[in-house]
């Protein structure tokens, strides 16, 4: 079970942040309902999902490479505080992003990116990555070689697989009926704050993650 769950954790978290209209959904929608076509909607999200995975992958090869040269306790420890840290940041200055509505694939991605950064998607997979065989070192000679090891990168592209198909499957799903069915004023008297829970989702992983670092 304890190798299975890393994986479960990912795709959980890949689909929580598919929900959160400030990752892209919500964006998709509007395009599709300005060119009525449900082909726009769907079309939206790739790029979207695109910018998010790249996001995401900026912070699994950072790990990646400070644990060729940090204690892994050490790490624990300074993600913890960042997320909490950047939990607060975002509990108080919280982000809206703008952009036109007349843009290109190159543009959505580049929007997505920018998001999900702002808004700690990659942070928030931190916990699960430290417990992943991600970028181990090989420390065979004198002098330590930073290197990838082969079971790290098989991990490293299935985690950002699993959790970016997650996050397009959940976006996706949400988009479609939202654009189908619902229309965007079901938001405003119907949608949860997820953004706030994804706030409160921030500082409590950075939390759990500092308690077990320190046991």
């Known amino acids: 079970m304890n ?3 890393p994986w479960v954790a990912l795709a ?3 689909a929580f942040h598919g929900l959160n209209p400030a990752m892209g959904w919500l964006f998709a929608v509007a395009l599709g309902l300005q060119r009525e076509s449900r082909a726009a909607v769907l079309q939206a999200l790739l790029p979207i999902a695109a910018g998010h995975a790249l996001s995401v992958a900026a912070v699994i090869v950072a790990i990646s490479v400070l644990r060729v040269f940090f204690d892994i306790t050490a790490l624990e420890i300074s ?14 200055a919280r ?6 509505m007349q843009v290109s694939g190159a543009q959505l991605l580049l929007w997505s990116f920018l998001m999900a950064t702002a808004h700690g998607a990659g942070l928030m997979l931190i916990p699960v ?14 002098h330590h070689v930073a290197a990838f090891s082969s079971i790290g990168v ?7 697989g699993i959790h970016t198909l997650a996050m397009l499957a959940a976006a996706g799903a949400v988009a479609i009926v939202v654009y189908e069915w619902a229309g965007l004023a079901f ?7 997820i953004d706030l829970i994804w706030v409160f989702a921030l500082i409590g992983a950075g939390v759990i993650l500092l308690v077990m670092a320190l046991r």
């Open 3 to 5: 190798a299975v769950w």
């Open 12 to 14: 959980g978290l890949g």
């Open 79 to 92: 993600a913890a505080v960042a997320l909490i840290a950047f939990g607060l940041y975002r509990l108080v």
């Open 95 to 100: 982000h809206r992003g703008r952009a036109g």
């Open 129 to 142: 990555l430290l417990g992943m065989p991600i970028g181990d070192a090989h420390s065979e000679h004198s």
């Open 154 to 160: 098989g991990a490293a592209l299935a985690a950002l």
């Open 187 to 193: 938001l405003r008297r119907s949608w949860i704050n």
